[in-house]
């Protein structure tokens, strides 16, 4: 049996349209009256966008009702679906926490109000009924100003009971101007002992390899092996892995096509990088985590193996994933002892 990690999900892109939906109509917010029916609604919500900019700008809309009070009921569902549907066994979940606390009190006000966004977070996602093991990863925002992406830093190595790693978002086009910014704050994670990704190398417009070497991981990166291929090698030295969010792609416009991974996965695995297949935004996209790896056989772009290769790299590369092997591994010995003179006549019948 195999269950599956997670690496690359945002919180916000998280909640699947009829949730959501379900949740304006239940709060009667001017979006419901703009969708009374929930096919136009899932529509509006999942069609591709011509633009990574345009496409982050749906973000806004879902944080601005993932407020403290409705976190809970969003997380409830997320992991619920994640082990029900995903079979997920661990989860790193991602957003911003400036962005969840509200926009009418002071920046400090705001940055106070961090650590509870946090705790809430945390808390909601541990589910006796639902278990998967999960934690945060908190995202500085290129939008925002230097000293909220710095308490953001600072909240991620007090919080280490909730939160894993820090990564950097908003789209890898806006960094340029402040890279040195974005560069003393990675050095500065580091130096706290803080697991790092960052959003880089998804579109032609988000090179920097100067912040390459702060990173553990690559928050998509498909543009190195397509487009930056003689870095591979260094990538490859440092142990960094791609988080590759096959779908997400289409919906930015990105890629034209999806066969066009197939340079991504082959060149990464030639020179001996590992990937991980994540969803990005399992929610935004209504494309669970078992449909991108299928998605991904069914094109062609991978075979089994690779596939299996990659599930393994997620597990291994996961920043808070507690234990030597992934489940799968624990649980054969478990499952095999049972069927091992089942599988012999079913093996002997296969092979007929
Ligand atoms: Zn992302």
Redo the contacts with the bound molecule.
Sequence with gaps: MALYAEL?R?LG?SVVPRILWRYLQRNDSDLAQRFPAYPEFEDFYTRPRSTLDEYLELHTLVESVQTAEALPYFIYRLVRGAYIFENLAYLEL?YTPFLRTPDHLTQSQRIDLMAEIVAIVGKASQLNEYPIVTSQILCMHSRLPYAVNRAIVDLAAQSREYVCAI?V?GGDNHYGERLDEFVELYAYARSLGLKTTG?LY?TRDGAYPELLPYLMRI??GIQIPLEHPHLLKEVAERGQCL?V?PT?YLQTGTLDDISQLKLVFDRCFDAGVDIAICT??AGLHNVRLPFEYENLLTHNIIDFEQLQACQDAAFRHAFAWPYQQRPASLLNGLLKVESDRDSANAYEIAQR
Aim: hydrophobic letters at 5%; a negative charge; glycine letters at 14%.
């Design positions: 690359h945002h892109g991602r990564d978002a959003h998804e928050g998509h988080e969010c997400t990005d935004n």
